[in-house]
């Protein structure tokens, strides 16, 4: 064979294997690339479920259309970032609430304190185009403070206060699809946990639909259920929270 062919013809091989490697590269950098979101968000509440503090229990049952007569404030927001296979995100949520519960036998009315945060780190693997599930945790603080008046249990009346900061370890999944429908997307988010490590048991769930206006905008709308057992002490130290806050939200996203 000719040198000149040969050398071509090994030239050609390289330059074949020089792109191909540059071409895996490229789709590998696109595999690997992140997206990020970052998504401020309401929710509506409405509050069902007994409270104890100092070992003094109370029933609460807020609706949404009440629950703007008990909140300070609120403060709650979303992050995520995700590559084609994986999604790391951390949610956010603060309420300060002030309201009116019942005591139990004698129907008494009490003042109630409450301030919640909670912060959900979550990771998930993608095992479908339209399914992930992964593992989390939910870091959950509480403080209450009851005012009993004159004539209920204790006389002429006093306050109690009590605070609890407990984990909870989560079990998360998500499936999402537009269905064909451009600029759409719906989804259901859920994740139970707690185990009796934190809680004895919480679970969360939340379907939804968002509409993408433009490469970096979109607007959620979801209706989120947000159920919470956990109890600490007993007797006179007991603090209790068996509570499910429910209601519709709505989300403002950011996409980069």
């Not at 294997?17 to 409405?46: C, D, H, M, R």
């Not at 009440?66 to 979303?78: C, E, P, S, T």
């Not at 301030?115 to 185009?129: E, L, S, V």
């Not at 859920?190 to 185990?195: K, L, M, T, V």
Request: aromatic share 18%; proline share 5%; no cysteine.
């Amino acid at each position: 064979m000719n040198k000149n062919i040969f050398f071509h013809i090994l030239f050609i091989l390289f330059f074949i294997n020089l792109s191909t490697n540059s071409l895996a590269q490229e789709e590998a950098e696109k595999t690997k690339k992140w997206n990020f979101t970052v998504a401020p968000y309401f929710i509506f509440p409405g509050m069902t479920g007994d409270v104890a503090v100092k070992g003094i229990p109370m029933s609460i049952d807020a609706s949404v259309g009440d629950i703007f007569d008990y909140l300070d404030f609120a403060f709650m927001i979303y992050g995520e970032a995700s590559t084609d296979k994986w999604t790391i995100g951390l949610d956010a949520l603060y309420m300060k609430l002030g309201h009116q519960a019942n005591t139990p036998i004698t129907e008494r009315t009490v003042d109630l304190d409450m301030k919640q945060w909670a912060i959900t780190p979550i990771g998930m693997y993608r095992f479908a185009p339209w399914a992930e599930a992964g593992l989390g945790g939910r870091i959950n603080h509480l403080s209450s403070g009851v005012k009993i008046p004159p004539g209920d249990y204790i006389l002429p009346g006093t306050d109690f206060s009590g605070e609890s900061t407990w984990f909870d370890p989560i079990i998360v999944a998500r499936v999402m699809d537009n269905f064909g429908a451009e600029n759409w997307r719906f989804g259901l988010y859920g994740d139970f946990g707690g185990f009796g490590v934190g809680s004895k048991f919480t679970w969360q769930a939340y379907p939804f639909v968002g509409y993408r206006f433009s490469k970096l905008f979109e607007l959620d709308l979801a209706y989120r259920w947000l159920s919470i057992d956990y109890e600490k002490g007993e007797g006179t130290d007991l603090l209790k929270y068996d509570m499910l806050i429910s209601g519709p939200e709505i989300g403002f996203l950011f996409h980069f």
